[in-house]
């Protein structure tokens, strides 16, 4: 193993946070990435058949069954670990729940998974082994195979339709603060909905977005493109339709090349 | 709703910005209102060169050049294709000014 990710392992289990025979530990999040930078949070995911249960272990609930998920934080130096233990059952369902005959169903993203159960997918398909390579590979295939890039796309596309309407609702009743505003979400969201097409998750947390675009490499659109709209390289305050109409232009043109 | 005028080659047509717009297996389908379509691949290649600065005879041409058409008949096909967006609120013109 990697000189780095068996001290990673070391660390977790110096802290007697590791359960016995659990099926796999992996590094998730921006750590995971290479981009978490000296105040980020260290995420672990661990996968167990067992729930976890230890003086300091607090839970968050989720639509499974079981509903709990447990949780235990602890800091090295000045760093925080989050440790999440899911169970492998729990998992299954998780990907279950973004079936194909799911996502034919019409069902959105957004009641399809909670925020939660959508970011530990969104970081399962980048997550960094750290036990259970052969586990991990199977459940990254399954999500691979699944809806959930489809169902997040639409989502994404959905959004963004409903941005650009605000935005032309806003320039037609004379805001143009407003217009922009509900462009520049407008084309958040249709990046986002091509770099989820390529299965650069992550939508929740803006200041990955560069980063995403970095790692995606999306064919239809440059980063030096994307950064000149996300910085607003070429907004006029003397004529903002131009730059709004542009950018709603931009936001077709995505969407075009998106296959749901 | 009026049939819209023949559209002139100079003529620039734009897609409505707010047109919902999908690729599903392959295809484009736009959706404004109720209205929903599904463009044929000669119908999405135009679609998407509609950027608001391309004139109709530009539209044309692309079309000649991908399809091997005449120029009469690629600004003939073209013309129908821009009629029918028109007529469903799926895209609108603006005039070239004298």
Known sequence: MDPELSAWKDNLRGKGVLPEGMK???????????????????????????????????????PL?????????????SRRWEISY???????????????????????????????????????????????????????????????????????LGFADGCVEDALGQLESGSAEGATLAARQAFHHAIDALLEAKGEYGSAVQKWLPYRVRAAQPLHISFAE??????????DPADPARWINEVLTLCQDISMKIEV | MGTPAPLAP?????????????????????????????LSESGALLYEHMDGRRTVGMLAAVLAETYELSEQEALTDTGEFLGYLLENSLAEVRTSGP
């Open chain 2, 10 to 38: 100079d003529d620039v047509p734009a897609r409505r910005l707010d047109t919902r717009i999908r690729r599903m297996d392959g295809s484009l389908v736009l959706a404004f209102g109720e209205t929903v379509v599904q």
């Open chain 1, 24 to 62: 796999a530990a992996m590094l998730a999040g921006s750590s995971a990435r290479g981009w978490h930078d000296a105040r980020s949070d260290f995420d672990v995911y661990l996968v167990t058949d067992r729930p976890w249960s230890s003086e300091g272990t607090r839970s968050f609930t989720v």
């Open chain 1, 86 to 156: 899911w169970l492998d059952t729990q998992v299954g369902q998780l990907i279950e729940k973004v079936s194909w005959e799911a996502f034919r169903s019409d069902l959105m993203a957004g009641d399809a998974l909670t925020a939660r159960e959508e970011t530990f997918l969104s970081r399962l398909s980048s997550a960094v082994a750290l036990e259970g390579e052969d586990w991990i590979r199977q459940r990254k295939a399954e999500l691979h195979d699944s809806a959930f890039r489809s169902f997040l796309v639409a989502r994404s």
């Open chain 1, 226 to 235: 994307y950064w000149a709209v996300e910085t607003m390289q070429t907004y």
């Open chain 1, 65 to 77: 069954e079981p509903s709990t998920v447990g949780t235990e934080s602890f800091y090295v130096g």
